[in-house]
């Protein structure tokens, strides 16, 4: 699968917000630009912390949204992301339909959409490499 081509719309979805809720695409366009990051499978607590505060410092001009497949049970992952002070929305994807709307295989994938829905930024990287400057740089695309 290839990755979804900058310049093109960013496809909408729904989905359930481990942090509750239904999560709807379609309530962020227009309002900001968005960093869509397709999360690795193995929580890693540095990147989390980076993520937060990188969130809190960009969130008016900016809507981050995770998606992961994989997690132990949907209450675990409730907690811990609760207990790590995350607030952006972190969508469960576990049929993969998201995954497979934007061409992810296999994450890492950071996207870039601005506020009129069209991707600006599209990149894939191994875990290990999905630091806090490339999120930067998405963010920097989205706005």
Do not use: C, H
Request: glycine residues 8%.
């Amino acid at each position: 699968m290839a990755l979804l081509e900058v310049g093109s719309s960013a496809p909408a979805f729904k989905g359930m917000n481990l942090l509750g809720g239904e999560f709807d695409f379609e309530t962020l366009k227009g309002a900001k630009g968005i960093v869509l990051t397709f999360s690795p499978d193995q929580i890693n607590p540095a990147q989390v912390s980076w993520a937060k505060n990188l969130y809190e410092k960009n969130r008016a001009d900016i809507e981050m949204v995770s998606v992961t497949r994989k997690i132990p049970s949907v209450t675990m992952a409730k907690a811990f992301l609760m207990q790590l002070g995350i607030k952006f929305p972190v969508i469960y994807d576990q049929k993969q339909e998201v995954f497979g709307m934007y061409g992810v295989d296999t994450p890492v994938v950071i996207y870039g959409i601005n506020k009129d829905g069209v991707i600006t930024y599209a990149t894939q990287v191994e875990p290990r490499d999905f630091k806090q400057a490339v999120v930067e740089e998405a963010m920097a695309k989205a706005k």
